[in-house]
T-cell receptor, first 115, second 110 residues
């Protein structure tokens, strides 16, 4: 298996632009997680899905952030409009059985820079 | 408020020694705890998981303990090697959600 795939790997955009990050989880995994990592705040859970349904989005910072999972093999995280403080590395992770008693497999991350 | 604290400073040890990393938490009742390794520019990689009713778990040169009374987990790497140099994250899990500590950066010197 190729593991969790994220695209793009790097994104540089100007403030106010829309940014879409993409994730393909490991085939057969039924839970997907979006995290954000910064030096100041560490690794933070933004939202997670189980069987394509959003279960907990309490970590989404504000309405500018939205996430979708239209099917079991694809998810997007959208920021609109983007702001410089959104600059971070965004990780997608997937797991089997909702992450309960099971490890998460992380993708390589998308490094987002908003200027 | 809920809080997870890992070794406040980076850990430097000599090759062959045992590295011990700590993860303390407050105001959590985790069902289980996980340890991950993260190398620069990469995503975290799962190492070990220990459940609340387990005291200790081992995997090759790795050992994790979990004391729910002390609210602490210890992560040991025996016979450390320079290749073990990385940042190690603990994660507390409850209700299907993981909350990560800030990590401890370990450097093993040859």
């Amino acid at each position: 298996d190729a593991g969790v795939i994220q695209s793009p790997r790097h994104e540089v955009t100007e403030m106010g632009q829309e940014v879409t990050l993409r994730c393909k989880p490991i085939s057969g995994h039924n839970s997907l997680f979006w995290y954000r990592q910064t030096m100041m705040r560490g690794l933070e859970l933004l939202i997670y899905f189980n069987n394509n349904v959003p279960i907990d989005d309490s970590g989404m910072p504000e309405d500018r952030f939205s996430a979708k999972m239209p099917n079991a093999s694809f998810s997007t995280l959208k920021i609109q409009p983007s702001e410089p403080r959104d600059s971070a590395v965004y990780f997608c992770a997937s797991s089997l059985d909702g992450g309960l008693f099971n490890e998460q497999y992380f993708g390589p991350g998308t490094r987002l820079t908003v200027t | 408020s809920q809080k997870i604290e890992q070794n406040s400073e980076a850990l430097n040890i000599q090759e062959g020694k045992t590295a011990t990393l700590t993860c303390n938490y407050t105001n959590y009742s985790p069902a289980y705890l996980q340890w991950y390794r993260q190398d620069p520019g990469r995503g975290p990689v799962f190492l070990l998981l220990i459940r609340e009713n387990e005291k200790e778990k081992r995997k090759e040169r790795l050992k994790v303990t979990f004391d729910t009374t002390l609210k602490q987990s210890l992560f040991h790497i025996t016979a450390s090697q320079p290749a073990d140099s990385a940042t190690y994250l603990c994660a507390l899990d409850s209700a299907g959600k993981s909350t990560f500590g800030d990590g401890t950066t370990l450097t093993v010197k040859p």
